[in-house]
């Protein structure tokens, strides 16, 4: 079930120390944790999910993807999350500060597989995180990623400053930059291309959209979010019904999903 | 002076190296939470409730936070017992090996269904103690009376009881109105033990798009909201049967363990605090072993039950 592949689960509970928390836009920023283990083990549509406060309220751990994870000599091994401000527990992330400590229980789930020469890579809004790092990895493999990136609006598109070498073509709902129209929209000029590999990510109707255009190969790999509550595949509350009626855990046997496997 | 105080304590003739067991439904079955946490650390892991065939579960979504608390309606997604029996328990003999007691924590529609599953069980291995949940509020079909009603509880409990040699538990649903009659007429039955409370029945609703949040409509309130109440009910039970009590709710630290032994439970379990700790059980095991050196006490029983007996 999901997508088949070797992996070595290689979560833990950590704390981590905040290196930076960067405004990037008003509600969208980036948090860069140190940890070495993190940054070494962590893979591309994986996630990690932070005890914010310390308080009854938020309550539950919240799960965010993996950004970036880098382990560059000379610089401190860190992971970068991407997060909007959305309710109580970002809200309360958007104050962290360099040198505060957090509890982090990660990296869980299992990552994209890397395949193919000639990936195209599609994204709405903070679905992007996953995206990032993946291209990342793409790009280290000297392989260059074709990235379509939407977002409603010029403002909530994120800068991608370290993704210089891939190919990005940006949507606005509203036009005010690049194609004008939604990403799936944008996807279908570009799919008839010579792509051998698809991954996406990004709010459920995006995902659902591209369902409806996509062509059966070549294979298209989504990552999927869910409320969750433990993270590791224990309390079944994440699940997601696959095409069979049966369901499957998006924090355990997800979160990247064949397209196709899905009941839409 | 106390230099190592015993956290061991016995739920009737079944010891426990210490009191702390994971709630069913929030450890999987033992294994999910590794390598983040060591299921070994607790005196005890009660299972996924588990029923006579499999069951998909409920439509998602399925959890929701509310303050200090979670709903969830997972609808006892779980494979059916016999893969149960086959699969997830001789994965666990590590877990027995330490002296963690594995409890298998069952569900369903009918006593029939209670009694073959027991009568199964009786070749499984490793297995410690039979949970039975007479109080899960999602399934539509049942759950919620056979909780609330006492003839029906005595009913399955003596039919189990008949049905296996292991011990059994009775899981009481904490919205009845009143919790002793139901606990004494398990007790009656030949229940070795009553836990309490499972989660508070609960609806979520999303104002915005004007429906309920949750794919069943309906859930159960867990987590540290529901603490003052299910220790309330804890106490109350506590009073009115001799047999154990095994008591639940909220716990999030030493200090609200420490409430419920204090209120007569003899051993507790943490559900909700686990999702956020997974190390939990060793930090409340902290906490226990500090406060028994702070009061003197050498052995966690020594303080079983002090509430009533300071009236
Ligand atoms: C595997 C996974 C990866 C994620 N990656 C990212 C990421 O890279 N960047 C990012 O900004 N967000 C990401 N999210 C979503 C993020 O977890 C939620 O935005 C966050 O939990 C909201 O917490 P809050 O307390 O601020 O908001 P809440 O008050 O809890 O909720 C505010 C709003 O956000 C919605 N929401 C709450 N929890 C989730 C959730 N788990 N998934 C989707 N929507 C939710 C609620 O329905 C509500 O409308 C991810 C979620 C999952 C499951
Ligand atoms: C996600 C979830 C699933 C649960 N599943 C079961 C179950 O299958 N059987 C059962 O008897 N109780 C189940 N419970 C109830 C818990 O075992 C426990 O009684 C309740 O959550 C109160 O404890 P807590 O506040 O520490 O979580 C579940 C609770 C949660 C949160
Ligand atoms: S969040 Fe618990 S199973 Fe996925």
């Known amino acids: 079930m999901a997508v088949l592949h070797l992996h070595t689960n290689t979560a833990r509970l950590h704390t981590a120390t905040v290196e930076y928390n960067h405004r990037l836009k008003p509600g969208l920023f980036l948090l860069a944790l140190l940890n070495t283990e993190l940054a070494t083990q962590s893979l591309p549509a994986q996630f990690l999910t932070i005890k914010v406060g310390d308080t009854h309220s938020p309550l539950l751990r919240r799960p965010f993807s993996i950004f970036n994870a880098s382990k560059i000599a000379g610089m401190a091994p860190r992971v970068e999350i991407l997060y909007k401000v959305v309710g109580q527990a970002t809200r309360i992330m958007s104050h962290l500060k360099a ?51 939407g977002a409603r609006t010029e403002d909530e598109l994120i800068p991608l400053p370290e993704l210089g070498r891939a190919e990005i073509h940006l ?21 008839p291309g010579a792509h051998d590999a698809v991954y996406a990510c990004g709010p459920r109707e995006m995902l659902s959209a591209l369902k409806e255009v996509i062509p059966s190969t070549p294979p298209c790999f989504i990552s999927l979010e869910e409320t969750m509550a433990c993270g590791v595949g224990a309390c079944l509350g994440c699940s997601v019904q696959l095409a069979d009626g049966s369901y499957a855990t998006v924090c355990r046997q997800g979160p990247v999903f064949r397209i196709e496997e899905l009941r839409w | 002076m ?37 299921p070994r650390v607790f005196g005890g892991v009660a299972l996924k409730g588990t029923t006579p065939k499999p069951q998909a579960g409920n439509p998602p979504p399925r959890l929701v936070e509310t303050p200090a608390g979670l709903v969830n309606s ?27 007691r594995i409890i298998l924590n069952l569900s369903a529609d009918d006593d029939n269904g209670f009694v073959s599953m027991a009568e199964k069980c009786n070749q499984a291995s490793p297995l410690d103690v039979l949970e039975l949940n007479l109080s899960c509020p999602n399934i539509k ?22 049905a296996t040699a292991l011990p059994i538990w009775v899981k009481l649903a904490p919205l009845v109105t009143d919790i002793t009659v139901i606990a004494r007429s398990a007790e009656d039955a030949g229940a070795d033990a009553i836990s309490l409370v499972n989660t508070l029945p609960a609806l979520v609703v999303d104002v915005e798009r004007q429906r309920t949040v949750l794919g069943n409509t309906f859930g159960g309130l867990s987590g540290p ?72 006490y050498e052995e966690i029983t020594d303080i079983v039950g002090r509430l009533a007996q300071k009236d």
Do not use: W
């Open chain 2, 141 to 162: 079909a049942g759950g919620m009376h056979f909780g609330t009603d006492p003839k029906v509880v005595s009913k399955i409990t003596s039919a189990v009881k008949k």
């Open chain 2, 74 to 100: 997972i609808g006892l997604e779980n494979p059916g017992i016999a893969v149960v029996i086959k699969e997830k328990l001789p994965q666990l003999e590590d877990l027995a090996s330490a002296g963690t």
């Open chain 1, 99 to 149: 040198g505060d400590q957090v509890s982090i229980l990660g990296p869980l789930g299992k990552p994209y597989p890397i395949e193919g020469v000639s990936p195209l890579l599609i994204g709405g809004g903070t679905g992007i995180a996953s995206l990032h790092f993946l291209a990342r990895r793409f790009l280290d493999k000297l392989i260059v990623p074709k990235i379509l990136f």
């Open chain 1, 171 to 191: 949507a606005t709902e509203d036009g005010t930059v690049g194609f004008a129209g939604d990403v799936v929209t944008l996807a279908k000029e570009h799919l």
């Open chain 2, 2 to 38: 106390v230099t190592h105080p015993s956290l061991a304590t016995t739920v009737g003739s079944l010891e426990f190296k210490n009191p702390i067991i994971a709630a069913s439904g929030t450890f999987g079955y033992g294994r999910e939470y590794e390598p983040s946490a060591d």
């Open chain 2, 225 to 296: 909201a529901i603490l003052p109440f299910a220790l309330r009910q804890v106490y109350m039970v506590a009073q009115a049967v001799k047999i154990p009590v095994v008591g639940m709710g909220g716990i999030s630290c030493s200090d609200d363990a420490c409430a419920f032994l204090l209120a007569g439970a003899s051993a507790v379990q943490v559900g909700t605090a686990i999702f956020v700790q997974p190390d939990i059980a060793e930090r409340i095991c902290d906490g226990l072993s500090q406060y028994l050196l702070e009061k003197g």
